[in-house]
């Protein structure tokens, strides 16, 4: 189906045509008609399946056909768990909508506080937002959401996984009710959390199933080795020398100290990488993904819960170097290439720790990962060893531990009573009584 089928209006179908799309995706073919008819949508829709599009393309017509004018209190509000997300959603929003007159602000923690409450201020059309900053500037009045016509949860299971579910169920309750507007729900699956969710604050939402064949996207040739844990990295800086177009690679594992290990190894052997944890400030993050973006950067190690929100084209590959412990993880990491039609690579390793978790992501996949034993060729064990800086502990105060008085234990003895240090208790003499 071609997006020129839709009913949509002429400003949406320029900015759609300018983007480059032409045919729709399963998900969008499925939930775009159900958009535009104004029914609640409650999709599972994985990362690169045109999702953002979906509810932007549908979203965008509904508050051009609604005619009412911008004000400092937002007509409709975008949700999404990261920042990286945020940014991203923004991005895909500047592009479509570049000939609505639309405007979209992204609020989210990290950023120019200030900055952001003034955009509020001087008038808005569609909020993207994180919950916590939202939250913040509502209860302080600077905006009312009295006027949402038309709510988005994107990846709403990592609402769930990253405990911002509270916070969501506050900004459902004081958004006007759900007969009064638009819900659109997109989530990586449609777990029971995720649907009590759609149950209680949706209209009777239509339901968007991809079938588990479709749960990867079509491009990505998948690849397995069986290896053991000491030699992961040989065979790592073996395969990235034996691979050809190599444009980007998105590396994961499944610990911050992993992720800094596996990035100073690879620093150290001449592959330039950043690593992305928890702990980077906002800014260092953006600085990092913006030249991963342009292609300063082409290999970046990630943790999952680091990696929400990251959306590149062109990675070429994405190397699971410990396999994820969540099997819907999985889908989410390769989902990183073979973006909008593209081919990609999904590398996988499997040691004898984590190969346990194995069975589960094929039977979520519905697919066996073709597997293969590494051959002497594929492996790079001449390679240099790195070491980790660690942040040194807190300096001691001068003294030291070794000049601690010891735990006192039971009473003291051998005070001479009234000499240096001592001090009469009530009652030992009689001038104390």
Do not use: W
Request: net charge positive; glycine share 8%.
């Amino acid at each position: 189906m071609k997006f020129t089928e839709l009913d949509l209006s002429p400003e949406v179908l320029l900015g759609v045509k300018e983007t480059g799309f032409t045919e729709l995706t399963p998900v969008q073919q499925e939930s775009i008609p159900l958009a535009l008819q104004g029914k609640d949508v409650a999709a599972q829709a994985q990362t690169g399946t045109g999702k953002t599009a979906a509810f932007l393309i549908s979203l965008f017509s509904k508050l051009l056909g609604s005619g009412r004018e911008t004000s400092h209190n937002p007509r409709a509000l975008v949700m999404a768990p990261t920042r990286e997300l945020v940014v991203q959603i923004c991005n895909d929003a500047e592009q479509l909508g570049r000939h609505t007159g639309l405007r979209v602000q992204p609020i989210f923690g990290g950023m120019d506080y200030d900055k952001q409450r003034q955009a509020l201020r001087d008038g808005v059309d569609v909020i993207v937002a994180t919950p916590g900053r939202l939250i913040d500037y509502y209860k302080q009045r600077v905006f009312s959401m009295h006027r949402v016509e038309s709510l988005v949860i994107d990846e709403a299971d990592r609402m769930f996984d990253m405990g911002f579910i509270k916070d969501l169920r506050y900004i459902l309750r004081n958004l006007p009710p759900f007969e009064k507007r638009q819900t659109m729900l997109f989530s990586a699956t449609l777990s029971p959390q995720v649907m009590e969710l759609a149950y209680e604050f949706m209209d009777l939402a239509e339901k968007v199933q991809i079938e588990p064949e479709q749960v990867t996207a079509e491009g990505i040739e998948q690849v397995l080795y069986h290896v053991s844990r000491r030699e992961k990295f040989a065979l790592l800086l073996g395969l990235l020398k034996l691979e050809s177009k190599i444009e980007r690679v998105l590396l994961f594992v499944n610990t911050k100290a992993e992720a800094e290990r596996l990035d100073a190894l690879l620093n150290a052997n001449d592959v330039p990488s950043a690593v992305l944890s928890g702990d980077i400030p906002q800014k260092k993050r953006m600085r990092i993904l913006e030249r991963f973006k342009e292609g300063t950067l082409t290999h970046l190690v990630a943790t999952d819960v680091a990696s929400r929100g990251i959306h590149v084209d062109n990675v070429s590959h994405v190397v699971n170097y410990d396999l994820p412990q969540d099997r819907e993880d999985y889908v989410h990491r390769i989902g990183r290439t073979a973006r909008a039609g593209a081919k990609g690579k999904a590398i996988s390793f499997a040691d004898e720790e984590m190969v346990y978790q194995l069975e589960e992501i094929e039977s979520y996949l519905g697919m066996k990962i073709p597997s293969m034993m590494p051959i002497d060729e594929e492996f790079c064990f001449n390679y240099k060893r790195a070491h980790v800086k660690r942040k040194k502990p807190p300096a001691e105060k001068p003294g030291g531990a070794s000049r601690r008085r010891p735990p006192r234990r039971g009473p003291r003895t051998g005070r001479k009573p009234g000499g240096s240090g001592s001090r009469p208790r009530p009652g030992s003499d009689g001038s104390a009584k």
